[in-house]
């Protein structure tokens, strides 16, 4: 794959409007009026959250779509005028890329060599290049639809580039893919660019990833709110990032939730046992009385939170009141794992699991994609029977009381369990019918529902029409309906923007301190913070065990001192991997093995 060497740029797009009509309500503005330029040879990010207008730019970029008014000039050709030969010089990878399950890595690659009318010298001069950079040589002959998460992603990447294109466009290509992966997908994006020459031009919920860019455009219901290199974004926030050290009694996540509602905090979140606040006032202020607060350098999500802020109204508070709450402390047992085993076949999916939660607790289930989380979650919500094992939820054995104790359990799936066919208000009114919700009671419950996640303005809307952070929120709701105890959450924030997140996690502290308890499975590490305890699986084994403070230990290095989440992840999946000169994984992991009790 050559560089494309070109001193103009490869976008120019001028005071872009998209509007798309709908007969029975107000048009829905997707930009408006954005002006940006994506740099030849350079990695150029979108980041905002949903609704920003960020795919609807990169399809307008594609030739999918024209815009409503406004100039889109692509690779130095009127796109709305000559969409055709601008596909002809492009590779865009769509959020939900088209492969093929049932047929290989190499007969997918091959459709789209066909597609796109590649020659069979072409094919031997490039699948080498491809298959070493997506190191999917050896699983030439496997059926997409057995590869993970991660390899999906880097096949779908691989058969974007399949006739080396001049611009790459990526639309939230890490979605949904692990630390692991996402690690890899990036290597490969930025090989392409720094070495290769290639113009790409990314989407992503990741802002970490922005970070990484050359250039960056933050977008929010359509506008342009800045451009620029990320250090100009996050220079934006300077002097007024602190981290506090939460006072005796308090966690950082509940510190964190109260904080939030506090007019001198623009944003707040765990981090590393304290909460990183960036504030109002360069200074500080005096927000948390004797609580020790000490400078942090400010980084781009720090900044652009800030923006966010500035452009969205004032937020509504997240008190979730229950009817029935109970007491978050005691130290009681209410999920029992031990010795758990699934096998599908001769394939082992859960292998001798075992940990306890308590009453009120966050615990988080970690692991790379296809590491056995949702096959636990699904026996823990009894929709799964085990092979072998104790599992005992909410008092209830779930080999002989299962119905019985899906009755105390909410459950929000990886995908969001909704029916997109359904309206907001009759989905809900299923959910109330299967949990035993009846009569006045049942409206009153989605009364509750409606108003509390502010889903009033949707009711008669089709779910499946929903923004993504509308659908995580009716998903919510819905598993709340019934007061469950306890709360499983399968990935409940993929793809989600940092508000919608921000949001969520609000919501789920709140339930914690009213005795609900939160099992939860995340990509972002970061998330893992808000839990009190978190498990590390890979291969169907626990390989750590402990709170975020002593898993992050796993990673502390000479040249490490203060190492993150997602540091501490890969390093103990690539211990347990025997990757690198020491798999050791120190004090108080589980052994390999993953007979941990």
Not at 125 to 151: D, I, K, Q, V
Not at 240 to 257: D, I, M
Request: net charge negative; with cysteine; charged share 20%.
């Amino acid at each position: 794959m050559n560089g494309h060497a070109s001193t103009a740029p490869a976008l120019i797009g001028s005071r872009i409007n998209k509007r798309f009509h709908r007969e029975k309500s107000e048009d829905i503005v997707a930009l408006d009026n954005v002006s940006l330029e994506v740099r030849s040879g350079a990695l150029t990010a979108l980041v905002g959250p949903d609704g920003a207008g960020k795919t609807t730019l990169i399809r307008l970029a594609a030739g999918l779509m024209t815009p409503t008014s406004g100039d889109l000039q692509v690779l130095g050709i009127d796109v709305a005028a000559n969409p055709q030969q601008v596909q002809s010089r492009i590779g865009y990878m769509p959020q939900k890329f088209g492969l093929y399950g049932d047929l290989s890595v190499q007969e997918n690659l091959d459709l789209y060599a066909d597609l796109h009318g590649v020659s069979a010298d072409e094919r031997k001069a490039r699948y080498p290049g491809l298959m070493e950079m997506t190191a999917l040589g050896p699983f030439a002959r496997r059926l997409a639809g057995r590869l993970s998460g991660g390899m999906k992603q880097k096949l779908g990447l691989a058969c974007t580039l399949i006739r080396s294109p001049e611009l790459l466009l990526l639309d939230e290509p890490t979605v949904g893919v692990d630390p692991l992966s996402r690690r890899e997908l990036w290597a490969i994006i930025l090989n392409l660019v720094h070495e290769q020459g290639l113009t790409v031009l990314i989407s992503t919920s990741y802002l970490d990833e922005a970070e990484r860019c050359g250039h960056v455009v933050v977008m929010h219901e359509g506008k342009v709110l800045a451009q620029g290199h990320p250090d100009e974004v996050s220079g934006l926030a300077a002097n007024r990032v602190f981290l506090a050290e939460p006072s005796a009694g308090w966690t950082p996540r509940g510190l964190q939730a109260r904080l939030l509602g506090n007019r001198e905090v623009i944003d707040a979140v765990p981090e590393g046992g304290r909460v990183r606040l960036v504030m109002v006032a360069e200074s500080g202020g005096q927000v948390l009385g004797s609580a020790a607060m000490t400078a942090a350098k400010a980084r781009f999500e720090d900044g652009f939170m800030l923006l966010l802020r500035r452009a969205t109204p004032e937020r509504r508070a997240a008190m979730m009141p229950l009817e029935h709450p109970t007491s978050a402390g005691g130290g009681q047992i209410v999920v029992e794992v031990s010795d758990l085993v699934r096998q599908f076949g001769a394939f082992t999916a859960v292998d001798h699991v075992s940990f306890e939660v308590r009453r009120g607790e966050m615990f988080g289930l970690l692991g790379p994609n296809g590491a056995g989380k949702t096959t636990t979650f699904r026996m823990l919500c009894g929709l799964l029977g085990p092979t072998h094992g104790t599992l005992r939820v909410a008092g209830l054995d779930l080999h002989t009381a299962r119905a019985e104790a899906r009755q105390r359990l909410g459950y929000v799936a990886q995908k969001f369990a909704l029916y997109g066919d359904l309206s907001v208000a009759e989905n809900l009114d299923f959910f109330a019918s299967a949990y035993g919700l009846r009569g006045a009671r049942r409206r009153e419950r989605i009364d509750w529902a409606l108003k509390e996640f502010e889903l009033e303005p949707f009711v008669h809307q089709p779910s499946g029409k929903l923004p993504g952070g509308y659908k995580q929120r009716l998903a919510m709701a819905a598993a709340l309906l019934h007061e469950p105890e306890i709360l499983f959450l399968d990935e409940p924030t993929s793809g989600a923007d940092p508000l919608a997140r921000r949001e969520f996690w609000r919501r789920i502290t709140a339930l914690a301190e009213q005795g609900v308890t939160a099992i939860v499975t995340t990509h972002f590490m970061e998330e893992a913070e808000y839990c009190d305890h978190v498990a590390i699986l890979d291969h169907g084994q626990v390989l750590a065990r402990g709170t975020p403070a002593e898993i992050r230990s796993h990673a502390a290095t000479v040249e490490v001192d203060d190492p993150t989440m997602e540091d501490a992840f890969i390093a103990i999946v690539e211990a347990g991997r025997g990757i690198g000169a020491d798999s050791t994984l120190g004090a108080g992991a589980a052994a390999p093995s993953g007979h941990d009790r």
